[in-house]
């Protein structure tokens, strides 16, 4: 602890005791500090607390026998060495204790109290960490934005585009660098997209032409054998689209690569585009056209526009992480009328192979994107509404409606099956439905459509309750009979287990399902 006259070069600790000449006051140290020659005891400073003579009065300093009332000049040396004890005002040693002189001017201020200061200390010492804190994210701000500008330049540098494009791409970088505020920010955005682009990044089907027949042969049986397991039926669209498949890889680079379905609604040529993507292990996008009325959907709006952005071709050529992914454009028929030549210019330069090795977004003017390799697929249903200009580049495949019988197969085969594993019923349960019902519930039950959709949703509302009564014990309308079935066909861990067999009849699709309208309107006459 020190005790003496005040030293504007020292450091102080908290209870220290200074005295001032100039205007013979006491301060004791509230906050650790240095002062440096920063700092001055007064009223106003957090480092000090004045002590007023009332509070030295109760405070007795033990004297030396050299010590006498005369000494009160060097009162601040005496005192650097001497022990503080509190003793009861009654002492005689109070007496003889030094005090500065009274004055008329200043009034006496309350000494805070210890909670006081602990409290006043805390919010200084939460001001200073925040602060440093501050401090902390401004220079991790600072050198993230300098790491970042140094890693764009790198990626701009290695991007696989023409020299002309590069130079372009660094006078970019040179502004944003200069740039603050929010044209720094827009910058910055900008050219991430760009960097993000897969440029010259192909991803390579699992055969070429050059392959041993053995090998070509294997990846189209492969291929088939993906199609037949999502796709039931359509042997003559799948062969077809093996060949356009076999045209790619003998001549990657050939034009007419744009394929088409045209078909009525619910014929499967969403499924078999999917299936497709998956058999030949490429990116699959979507694009939904049915009521587009706005061309920058595709092709993005300016970077001028505040919150622009890319289009979609751009969005999924970042997405997809390269360049040739599959794009299927859904409903091309059904695009706003309004919109429609608009629209039908920007998808011609999409699909025409003589231009789209060259195509620009509107936000990233002066880029050429080279869409040659994308694989575009196109839908409609109905051709006489697609713009000539965009179906002459087309190879259309046409699918034809399913008939009933076939509707009733596809289900038998491939709708039902899925559906059972949807809702997940009991491993003891087996669940049974005729093709018979199937036929009924088509007939019957569904309105007259071209495809099996419809159907399907009959067929899982059936499901549903048929879930809902099994868990409630509710199997009104159900022909149900247990069996016994072996489990291991092993001797040794041989078991038996009951299963519980559940026949839909078509009882309990009356009551599950409502006839149609289209059925019921022979009886409008009687209502």
């Given amino acids: 602890m020190y005790v003496g006259i005040w030293d504007p070069s020292r450091s102080y600790r908290k209870g220290d005791i200074v005295y001032i000449q100039e205007n013979l006051m006491y301060y004791t140290c509230a906050l650790e500090h240095d002062s440096n020659h920063l700092t001055y005891p007064s009223k106003e400073d957090i480092y000090w607390v004045y002590i007023d003579s009332k509070f030295l009065s109760e405070i007795s300093f033990i004297k030396p026998r050299s010590f006498t009332t005369d000494n009160i000049p060097n009162f601040g040396n005496f005192l650097m060495n001497q022990p503080i004890t509190s003793v009861p005002p009654s002492t005689p040693e109070l007496a003889n204790m030094p005090l500065p002189r009274e004055t008329s001017s200043p009034e006496p201020i309350r000494l805070a109290s210890e909670t006081e200061l602990v409290q006043k200390q805390k919010r200084e010492n939460l001001k200073r960490k925040l602060r440093q804190a501050e401090n902390s994210v401004d220079n991790y701000k600072r050198q993230r934005t300098n790491s970042e500008i140094t890693d764009l330049r790198d990626k701009l540098l290695l991007l696989n585009v023409d020299v002309g494009t590069k130079s372009f791409l660094l006078d970019k970088y040179d502004l944003t660098r200069k740039a603050s505020g929010s044209d720094y920010s827009k910058g910055m955005a900008w050219l991430k997209t760009v960097v993000g682009l897969p440029y010259g990044k192909y991803k390579q089907l699992k055969v070429k032409a050059s392959d041993p027949p053995e090998r070509i042969k294997a990846f189209f049986e492969d291929v088939k054998a993906k199609l037949d397991k999502n796709i039931h039926g359509l042997e003559q669209v799948k062969q077809e689209i093996l060949e356009y498949v076999a045209r790619k890889i003998t001549n990657p680079n050939g034009k007419g690569h744009i394929l088409a379905l045209c078909g009525p609604p619910g014929v499967g040529k969403s499924k078999i585009i999917k299936g497709l993507a998956g058999a030949l292990e ?15 959907v595709l092709t993005g ?13 751009v969005e999924i050529l970042q997405n997809a992480n390269y360049m040739n992914p599959i794009i299927y454009m859904d409903e091309v028929d059904k695009i706003s009328e309004n919109k429609s030549v608009e629209i039908s210019g920007v998808l011609t330069h999409l699909l025409d192979e003589e231009q789209n090795n060259k195509f620009q977004d509107n936000y990233l003017s002066s880029v050429n994107l080279n869409l040659s390799k994308v694989f575009f697929v196109l839908s409609f249903n109905d051709i006489t509404k697609v713009d000539e200009i965009v179906s002459d580049r087309l190879k259309i495949i046409y699918i034809q409606e399913p008939s009933l019988e076939q509707k009733v197969q596809i289900c038998h085969d491939k709708v039902i099956p899925e ?22 519930i088509a007939t019957q039950k569904c309105d007259k459509e071209s495809g099996v959709r419809k159907l399907r949703q009959a067929l899982e509302k059936v499901f549903n309750k048929l879930n809902y009564d099994i868990l409630t014990g509710t199997t009104d ?3 149900i009979h247990k069996t016994q079935e072996q489990e291991d066909t092993t001797k040794e861990l041989a078991s038996t287990k009951e299963k519980t067999i559940y026949n839909i009849t078509r009882r309990y699709i009356d009551a599950t399902l409502e006839t149609t309208s289209q059925n019921q309107s022979y009886l409008s006459m009687y209502i």
């Fill in 301 to 313: 709006h300016s970077e001028t526009y505040i919150g622009s952005k890319p289009g979609k071709i």
């Fill in 419 to 440: 559906l059972l594993a949807s809702v997940n019923f009991d491993r003891n349960c087996v669940i049974r439905i005729d093709k018979e019902v199937i036929e009924y």
């Fill in 477 to 479: 309308n159900l022909y």
């Fill in 282 to 296: 490429l990116p699959f996008f979507q694009i939904n056209c049915g009521g587009l009325n706005d061309v920058s």
